[in-house]
């Protein structure tokens, strides 16, 4: 029999009490006529269902001349069909599958009788009887398990009861129901329903002390108590096995010599090394039928009481109901804690194979085990006593009591304890007190306990937890002092102390000292012990990035992050990465550059120098376009689709989150009334602002916290966070801010990446043999060693395996060693992924090139198998699997469940259902957090709630412009104080009234009339000295010296990326926000608000510059009576009162943002806790390059050891590092650096600096050794031909030429060339092109018009403005609304059946922007399968050496002309088109007519042509982009380019600098004359480059590196015209 699987409908089993024991039971057999031997064909997890056919001579289905039985399976899902012999079946099977019955032979229901007598004497003594039927018939037997709800017995007890057959032919009585006695027995009874669940009898087990049918040593017997012997009744005497009698033990005792009886059931619970296994069938009544599980699993069901089940090994209690077994057990022992459970259908047990009293099989000592447990578990002979389990509460305290030589023998009952699944805090204690001892301390041999309990997962899942619930204030005798200890211990006996630095919870040990120095908890009420402070500065010696002691020792603490220098000249002074702020300062935006920024090098002499490039390189491709976006602001040249202005901001209240203190702000209404929230990105989580009250001579950078579309819809309101210092003194009410944001650059991405980095030492860099010098040596993975390289291969090849292959694929081999030869034979691979995986799995940091269409994703789904497979006993840490995008990370992770389920995706931008269900945060939902998390996490918010109640006292003192009288009393003396309400009282001279005589029973109501007095003033609110904000207009630029009148701003608009905008914009805001989707939808029902209604008051200094001398000289604190002075004296005294009181509560601010800051950094490390848990329990870890960055300290404290990254020349080199930690001991980069790069926001440093080459790129352009796929699977020869230059050795897949022919179109591969110009940009920064939008509609109506689905055909296109055109054009015809339109960039990795390309490029300048990167090109020609079409200018396209090869191999067989060759779905003739009208006249559909809107004649376009060519200086040579970025490197200078020859093309893109066109040109979607003619004024190109420089305004003349040779004279004045800033990436 075949193991189990399928689970649903099996129709045709035996028949119930039909041959059930003398027969075999169920059938089980899969072939026809034979039962025992067939294959029952359930195995797997999509529960295949089947008809079974039995033997049956009669011709009958499933009977062996009895009845037909019906068994139902209990069916998850998956495909339900009948199952005849060995045939697995197809088809949809009955909809009721799954509930799992075998119905008895019922001969009469609803009978009634009394009990005539009981077997063994005494009813309570027995376990059956007879019953004396009231219709007077025979007698008939019963059993007390049947009895309904177990009630009691009694002779000539009233009964009613059912009577079934048994396979003896006998009678026995069922379902019995107790009556009451005057229970009229002639009555007619009513059938038994009863939907309770069956309970077992306590009375009658077969395993109990009523009676032994099993072999015994006394060889005789006599029946001395009562059983059950059904089925078949019991007739007179009984000889039950040879030697006559029956001895007195167990009735369903096993095989095996007697042992001493036990009343513990524990000893019998849970599957023993020899036991069988069985899978519940059916169940009826008390008792049940197991499938037998194994591969010695016999075809017959094995009979089961509910009395012999002693027990659970399982979590799952099961659930009531008709068809479950109900088992209570004594005191709950051995049930899991359950008080009771049940048996359900399709439920696994073990058990002890033993025989009734007819010698038949039954089980016995049965154990309900969790799903899957049999396939580990053994059977054999009869189940061995067990011996009971030692606790882990046992364990720890035999540990603790042992002395030091004991406990260096029992260091693997050490490791047992830590790394036990119930080890939790409340025996951490008692650990850190053992390893802090000092007598195993100073034992040289005790080096592994330490380590062992370092290397732990559940220390380390608790340990940080424990400190921060002791540092929350509830403090455990000693601890923080034996965890120092223990750690320092650590410390010391490591070799090298950075490479722990990041298992080691420092941080959170420095800041619970803190909190117990300033609480005056028990352990450091007297200030720490010098034992204590040894420690702690031993640790801040190893660790000074970690550890800082000021605060604990009582020193004013440093800012925990710089976020901006404080000066220029400290600035200029901060030379390293870890001293250089990440925020930009006022200097840095307003001036230039501060820092030096080198260029990405292929090689680095030291590990410092190689952090700090990239780390430079990443804040300056941020910092750039914000600095620019200011500039052009202040000139009021800025465009708003980069730059968003927002005047009139004010902050009007602060919120304390479980995030640290927020600031409110409120937006001016009439700037963003007409924003669409639900749409707009603008202000979206995460996004960088720059406030500024004087004219951005200082700024203030914050963070969107929260977007809340009510709030900022009725109230104009948004919630921002600092990104590092919790408070900053300038936000404060009265004040009117501006406020920009830059959307062309989203922060987030950047601040975790360069705060990593920033942190980042040279010892946590891994690999540094491979990253830094040139040609690397390769090793293998630190755990592949030649002693353990035997890897096994059954089922990571058992996929591709060739069907007709002559020889076998070996299924084990040493990887280390030469791969057999037979695999290349044996498996459906071709050679180069066969070398792919042999190179990943033999060196630790392998590099997988891929061209388009040769299978990466599947040469990284084998890896990944493989590992799996082979790294289990080596591997502490799941695998990290990063991609660049969320659908290639879908894609992937599907792949890899298919093999492996237990993973994880960090991220919420998934679109798969699969993986949602894998989403951290779903998986999180399902488990219970420790006892331990609970406490911590209420002694957080207990602090907390603290908190915020001294922050309300001091925001409230903040706000009033009144002196309290709580105030007053800490600005004077008591005798002060005294003397002034005494002064009072007498200046009063009247009725005191109410006025309390004792000057410290004064309340604020009391003094606030005292004020009033004083000051002779009914409002004393109105005396504060309020200073009132003047928002002055911008200054103009040349205020900063930054506006040159010759040169304009050449030199800081030159910085701007080429590109126009990015994209890919859709897919990189996906991107960027793939982070938990709390951060954009944060619950606000738990912050706490305060409002800040006042202007805050001014320093006194400040106060006193408006003071007159006489003022200035007044000292109130030498004054003897103050009533005696003038009004105005004592008003000003009440003003100086008011400051003083005012920054008294200011002061306080600061310190309690910074403790709120630190409960919230206590509570992420709490939670970052409860998230490892879940991580450390999987296999696979998948996540975005985004989450990697957002992430962070989680990976960090994971530390994957094992990281594969698909897509991988797409990422940025200092994504990538981040990701790595020091322990890192295999990297697998997969990707092609010969597609798209890494996307960076600023072009020159793309261009100059090497900052888009990706670490993938650079070690392949190094020397390091690499795999190239060799054999593409998804184009057509005549597509995949077009890129043979790029990829010279790539061949084609036979079956690639196996593809139908195009449908529609007389060809399969064509380029359509016209001489239609593009548009004028207008507002957008991107490039249409009109009649290009309209062919392309025409055409894909076309296509489906042909047969084609819509979903077959993709139309791409190399810019967003076109793909926005697009889209419009497509909706309007509802036949191909639902076509798939997107960038080149969104779809790299994607494929389709028919591509349609749009160049969209066609200009006199001849300017080819992206279609001149070679990256793109390949992207966009390599994603059809069957067919590509391309419409595009082609005479554009000439001078561009890889577009010439296209070309001149396209019209080798004519397929580039400027008609496309359509077919005619109706006649099969073929007609050629040159426009989108006749393509509308041929498909007869007239929403694509467009009368020829736009276009121009061949004639004008040649004549535009010729009086280009007639310009002098045209002559500009285009460099030649080719693959190789790194030629560059050999020029001399920094990023200087060639112009011509190898190397980047220098002008990638040049047109894309500015939007707005020139007026000398007409637009291409209006031109009807014909261009204008070459007779132009020569002075308004004297000294330019080209005519380009007439085509966009702003840099002198457009001169731009994609224009070629300049030509000599004086340059021409920039008109003064609006510029816009563009960005890409």
């Known amino acids: ?89 197809s088809g949809k099977g009955k909809k009721d599958a799954g509930k799992g019955k075998v119905e008895a032979k019922v001969i009469s229901k609803g009978l009634r009788g009394k009990i005539y007598s009981f077997l063994g004497g005494k009813a309570s003594q027995a376990h059956s009887g007879f019953i004396r039927r009231a219709d007077g018939e025979n007698d008939v037997y019963f059993d007390l398990v049947d009895v309904i709800e177990g009630e009691p017995m009694e002779k000539d007890d009233v009964v009613e ?333 490591t070799t090298i102390p950075k490479e722990i630095r990041g298992q080691l919870p420092l941080v959170e040990l420095v800041e619970a000292w803190e909190n117990s120095v300033r609480m005056g908890s028990t352990v ?138 927020v600031y409110r702000i409120e937006l001016r209404k009439d700037e963003i009334r007409s924003i669409n929230w639900d749409k707009s990105k603008q202000l979206m989580y995460g996004s960088l602002l720059c406030f500024s009250d004087n004219n951005f001579q200082s700024l203030i950078w914050a963070t969107v916290w929260r977007r809340d579309e009510d709030l900022i819809a009725k109230q104009s309101q948004l919630d921002v966070k600092l990104p590092f210092n919790p408070w900053d003194d300038r936000i404060q009410p009265g004040k009117v801010f501006c406020c920009i944001e830059n959307v062309s650059i989203y922060f987030e991405a950047y601040r975790h990446v360069l705060v990593a980095m920033q942190n980042m030492r040279s010892a946590d860099v891994p690999f540094q043999n491979t990253l830094l010098p040139h040609q690397p040596e390769p090793v293998p993975p630190t755990f592949v060693k030649a002693e353990t390289d035997l890897w096994h291969f059954h089922n990571v090849f058992a996929s591709c395996e060739k069907a007709d292959s002559p020889v076998a694929a070996p299924k084990s081999f040493n990887i280390l060693q030469e791969w057999p030869e037979a695999l290349r034979q044996a498996l459906d691979l071709d050679p180069s992924q066969l070398d792919a995986v042999h190179h990943s799995l033999t060196h630790a940091f392998a590099l997988i090139q891929g061209p388009p269409g040769t299978g990466k994703t599947f040469v990284g789904l084998k890896i990944v198998h493989a590992l799996l497979e082979n790294t289990k006993g080596v591997r502490h840490s799941p695998i990290l699997v990063v991609c660049m995008t969320n659908h290639a990370l879908d894609s992937f992770l599907e792949g890899i469940y298919k093999i ?74 008591e005798s002060q104080f005294e003397q002034f309400y005494k002064g009072f009282l007498d200046y009063f001279d009247g009725d005191l009234g109410a006025l309390p005589e004792d000057p410290w029973e004064v309340d604020d109501d009391v003094w606030h009339r005292v004020m009033k007095v004083w000051l002779e003033t009914k409002d004393p609110e109105k005396l504060a000295p309020v200073v009132k904000h003047q928002v002055g207009g911008l200054p103009s630029f040349e205020k900063f010296g930054l506006v040159d009148e010759e040169e304009g701003d050449e030199d800081f608009l030159q910085a701007i990326n080429d590109g126009a905008e990015e994209e890919a914009a859709h897919e990189n805001h996906d991107r960027n926000l793939d982070v938990e989707q709390q951060d954009e939808k944060k619950k606000s029902f738990k912050d706490f608000f305060q409002e800040m209604n006042n202007t805050w008051l001014p320093y006194m200094e400040d106060h006193w510059e408006t003071l007159s001398p006489e003022m200035r000289s007044l000292n109130w604190t030498e004054e003897s009576n103050l009533w005696s002075l003038s009004r105005d004296k004592r008003r000003e005294i009440y003003r100086q009162w008011l400051i003083e009181a005012h920054h008294e509560h200011r002061s306080i601010l600061p310190e309690l943002a910074r403790l709120l800051e630190r409960n919230s950094d206590q509570r992420a490390a709490l939670e970052r806790d409860k998230k490892l848990a879940v991580l450390r329990e999987m296999q696979i870890v998948g996540m975005t390059t985004t989450a990697v960055s957002k992430y962070q300290l989680l990976l960090k404290e994971l530390r994957p050891e094992i990281c594969i990254v698909e897509e991988a020349a797409e990422v940025l080199e200092s994504h990538i590092l981040t990701a790595l930690h020091a322990r890192t001991q295999h990297v697998v980069l997969i990707g092609d650096h010969q597609q798209l790069r890494p996307s960076t926001a600023v072009y020159r440093l793309s261009k100059n600096f090497n900052l888009d080459v990706s670490l993938f790129e650079r070690l392949i352009h190094n020397g390091a050794e690499h795999v190239t796929l060799l054999q593409q699977r998804r184009m057509h020869p005549k597509v995949s031909r077009l890129i043979k230059p790029l990829y010279p050795l790539l061949r084609d897949h036979a079956r690639t030429s196996e593809y139908p022919e195009v449908m529609g179109v007389d060809a399969r591969c064509f380029f359509m060339k016209h001489h239609q110009y593009e548009d004028s940009e207008g507002e957008s920064h991107s490039k249409e092109n009109s009649f290009e939008a309209h062919m392309v509609a025409a055409l894909c109506a076309h296509l489906v018009q042909s047969g084609y689905e819509e979903s077959q055909i993709t139309v791409l296109s190399p810019y967003l403005g076109q793909v926005r055109l697009l889209k419009q054009k497509l ?19 994607e494929e389709n059946d028919i591509i349609v390309i749009s160049l969209v490029r066609s200009n006199r300048a001849k300017q080819m922007g992206f279609l001149a990167v070679d990256n793109r090109i390949n992207v966009a020609l390599t994603r059809a399968k069957h067919g590509m079409f391309i419409i595009g200018n082609a005479d554009m396209l000439v001078t561009h050496p890889l577009w010439q090869s296209i ?96 190397g980047k093309h220098s002008g990638v893109a040049a047109d894309e600098s500015f939007s707005a066109t020139s007026v000398s040109w007409p637009a291409a979607s209006t031109a009807k004359e014909p261009p204008a003619r070459p007779q132009r004024p020569a002075k308004s190109m004297a000294g330019e480059d080209g005519v380009e420089c007439e085509l966009v305004e702003g840099k002198k003349g457009e001169e731009d590196e994609e224009a070629g040779k300049k030509s000599g004279g004086k340059k021409k004045k920039p008109q003064k015209q609006k510029q816009v800033l563009l960005m890409r990436g």
């Open 1 to 89: 029999m075949g193991p189990p699987g399928g689970k649903g409908k099996s129709e045709g089993g035996k028949g119930y009490w039909e041959d059930d024991f003398d027969d075999g039971g169920f059938d089980k057999g899969g072939k026809k006529g034979d039962r025992r031997k067939g294959d029952s064909q359930r195995d797997g997890k999509g529960g295949e269902k089947g008809y079974k056919k039995g033997d049956g001579k009669a011709g009958e289905k499933g009977e062996k001349g009895g009845e037909k039985g019906d068994r139902k399976g209990d069916g998850k899902a998956g495909d339900k069909g009948d199952r005849k012999g060995d045939s697995k079946g």
């Open 161 to 493: 009861f059912d009577i079934v057959e048994g396979t003896d032919k006998k009678h026995y009585a069922a379902r019995i129901k107790k009556l009451p006695k005057d229970t009229d027995l002639k009555e007619a009874g009513q059938s038994l329903k009863s939907t309770a669940a069956h309970v077992a009898s306590k009375t009658g087990s077969l395993t109990g002390g009523g009676l032994s049918l099993g072999p015994s040593k006394l060889g005789g017997g006599k029946l001395t108590g009562g059983v059950s012997l059904r089925p078949g009744g019991l007739t007179g005497a009984v000889s039950l096995r040879p030697g006559g009698g029956v001895p007195e033990t167990s009735a369903a005792s096993p095989k095996v010599p007697s042992k001493p009886a036990t009343d513990d059931p524990e000893e019998d619970a849970g599957p023993a090394d020899d036991c069988c296994w069985g899978r519940v069938v059916s169940v009826r009544g008390t008792f049940a039928f197991l499938q037998q599980l194994g591969n010695d699993a016999g075809p017959k069901d094995i009979f089961c009481r509910a009395a012999d089940v002693v027990g659970m090994n399982s979590l799952d209690p099961g659930s009531s109901g008709p068809d479950s077994l109900e088992i209570v057990l004594p005191n709950v022992r051995n049930s899991n804690g359950f008080k009771k459970f049940y048996l359900n259908l399709q439920d696994e047990v073990s058990y002890v194979l033993s025989k009734d009293h007819m010698g038949k099989p039954c089980a016995a000592s049965v154990v309900k085990e969790r799903k899957g447990a049999w396939r580990t578990g053994r059977r054999g002979g009869p189940r061995k006593p067990e011996v009971k389990k030692e606790s882990l509460k046992d364990q720890v305290k035999r540990l603790t009591t042992m002395d030091v030589d004991e406990l260096l023998q029992n260091v693997s009952l050490f490791e047992e304890v830590l790394e036990s699944s119930e080890f939790d805090p409340s025996h951490l204690h008692k650990i850190v007190a053992m390893l802090a001892s000092k007598d195993l301390a100073d034992e040289t041999r005790s080096d592994r306990f330490y380590r062992v309990f370092l290397d732990s997962s559940p220390m380390q899942a608790s340990l940080r937890t424990t400190i921060i619930k002791q540092g929350a204030g509830k403090h455990n005798g000693n601890f923080l002092e034996e965890v120092s200890r223990v750690i320092v211990e650590i410390v010391t006996r």
């Open 524 to 661: 450091a009420r007297k200030g720490l012990s010098e034992d204590v402070v040894v420690m702690l500065k031993c640790l801040e010696k190893t660790f000074p990035e970690d550890v800082t002691l000021d605060r604990v020792l009582g020193l004013k603490a440093p800012k925990a992050q710089r976020s901006a220098a404080e000066s220029y000249t400290e600035l200029l002074e901060a030379d390293h990465y870890r001293d250089m702020p990440i925020l930009p300062t006022s200097q840095e935006m307003i001036g230039q550059c501060a820092f030096e920024v080198t260029e990405n090098m292929r090689t680095y002499d030291t590990c410092d120098d190689y952090i700090q490039t990239h780390f430079m390189l990443l804040r300056e491709d941020y910092i750039e376009p914000l600095r620019v976006g200011i500039k052009l602001f202040m000139q009021n040249k800025h465009s708003p689709k980069d730059l968003r202005v927002y005047q009139g901001v004010k902050v009007v209240g602060v919120l304390s989150t479980w995030e640290g203190l």
């Open 900 to 973: 492996c389920e237990s993973m994880v995706r960090i991220g919420s931008r998934s679109k798969s259902e699969l993986m949602m269900q894998r989403n951290l945060r779903e998986l999180l939902a399902g488990t219970q957090p420790s006892r331990e998390y609970f406490q911590a996490r209420r002694s957080l918010m207990d602090r907390r709630d603290h908190l915020r109640e001294e922050l309300v006292k001091a925001m409230e003192g903040v706000d009033r412009h009144y002196l309290a009288v709580a105030d007053a009393k800490n600005l004077m003396s």
């Open 1371 to 1389: 909706k309007r015809d509802p036949t191909i609304e639902k076509v798939h339109i997107t960038a080149v960039d969104n779809f790299q990795g």
């Open 1447 to 1542: 070309i001149s191999e396209l019209e080798s067989d004519n397929c580039i002309r400027d008609a496309l060759p359509l077919i005619d779905k109706e006649n099969g003739k073929v007609f050629e088109v040159r426009t989108p009208d006749e393509i509308s006249v041929l498909i007869g559909n007239d929403l694509h007519d467009t009368g020829g809107a736009g276009m121009i004649s061949l004639d004008e376009y040649r004549s535009g042509q010729q009086a280009k060519k007639n310009f002098k200086g045209n002559g500009r040579g285009r460099g030649a982009p080719v693959a190789d970025r790194w030629s560059e490197l050999e020029t001399p200078g920094k990023g200087g380019g060639k112009k011509g020859g190898k």
